[in-house]
């Protein structure tokens, strides 16, 4: 009923920048909290960066400051910039959700595909 399809992964050199997206699509109501986790080969996934309906965000400590998440509300849509990208910020970037649908009064977590990630030089 809902699908997450993020976009804008890719190979970066050290120092430099990608911006992700993730639109939600189907049979929404409404979005609450939005976010990017990250998976490196062989380590948890972990969060990066969420932010809430009203706008709150918060980011994990090793992306404080170089990353900015944000979210067009109208357009189901989360994003992730990604500015002075380091080698160890290498992953599978998944979003995430918290959706209703309009068919229930209950909200539950949709993950996208995932995109990967590279910086190296």
């Known amino acids: 009923q809902v699908q997450l399809v993020g976009s804008g992964g890719g190979l970066v050199q050290p120092g430099g920048s990608l911006r992700l997206s993730c639109a939600a699509s189907g049979s929404i109501f409404s979005i609450n909290a939005m976010g990017w986790y990250r998976q490196a080969p062989g380590k948890e996934r972990e969060l990066v960066a969420a932010i809430n309906s009203g706008g709150t965000t918060k980011y994990a400590d090793s992306v404080k400051g170089r990353f900015t998440i944000s979210r067009d509300n109208a357009k189901n849509t989360v994003y992730l910039q990604m500015n002075s990208l380091k080698p160890e910020d290498s992953a599978v970037y998944y979003c995430?959700?918290?959706?209703?649908?309009?068919?229930?009064?209950?909200?539950?977590?949709?993950w996208g595909q995932g995109t990967q990630v590279t910086v190296s030089s």
């Open positions: 995430n959700a918290d959706v209703r649908v309009s068919t229930s009064p209950v909200f539950n977590d949709y």
